[in-house]
């Protein structure tokens, strides 16, 4: 069984531009949840959705957004980039009706 | 005070010892607790979920204090491959989805 993959795996940008981060749940898995983990930082919780629809956000600025597709796969969209959005971003799947999360390998986001 | 706290450790142990964690949670309502490991600049991995009933899962054993609110994870028979951080998580009833990871404890395992 596939995991979780997301892509691109690195990014390196510049403050003030836009990013656009994809993640593909594992086969089965309706949803999917996204993290930031700075670097030697805890993980940070930022979205969850669920059967296409965005069900709790974390204590993030509306310049991180997202959206679910019908084949549950999801992107996360950070707007107007800023030197501390620096960081690995986690995106995780999971059954319905179940809090077992499982991991893709994330993506490296740098600004600069 | 943090939602989830962890002994950020390091703990340093020989092969073959055995090693408990703790984590402590604040939110009496919550609901689903798990244990995640993880590599130095890997993603997690989900290591056990935790249970009312406490559970086994080789040399792993996690276990649930509703009353006293923490779960631990003891690691008998330490192998080198166990280093790593352990992360507890939580998720809280009336907060679905909505998972809360502490900051991890790092364990190091010395031939």
Known sequence: ?????????????????????????????????????????????????????????????????????????????????????????????????SYEQYFGPGTRLTVT | RKEVEQDPGPFNVPEGATVAFNCTYSNSASQSFFWYRQDCRKEPKLLMSVYSSGNEDGRFTAQLNRASQYISLLIRDSKLSDSATYLCVVNIRTNAGKSTFGDGTTLTVKP
């Open chain 1, 1 to 97: 069984e596939a995991g979780v993959t997301q892509s691109p795996t690195h990014l390196i940008k510049t403050r003030g531009q836009q990013v656009t981060l994809r993640c593909s749940p594992i086969s089965g898995h309706t949803s999917v949840y996204w993290y930031q983990q700075a670097l030697g930082l805890g993980l940070q919780f930022l979205l969850w959705y669920d059967e296409g629809e965005e069900r709790n956000r974390g204590n993030f600025p509306p310049r991180f957004s997202g959206r679910q597709f019908p084949n549950y796969s999801s992107e996360l969209n950070v707007n107007a980039l800023e030197l501390e959005d620096s960081a690995l971003y986690l995106c995780a799947s999971s059954r319905p009706n």
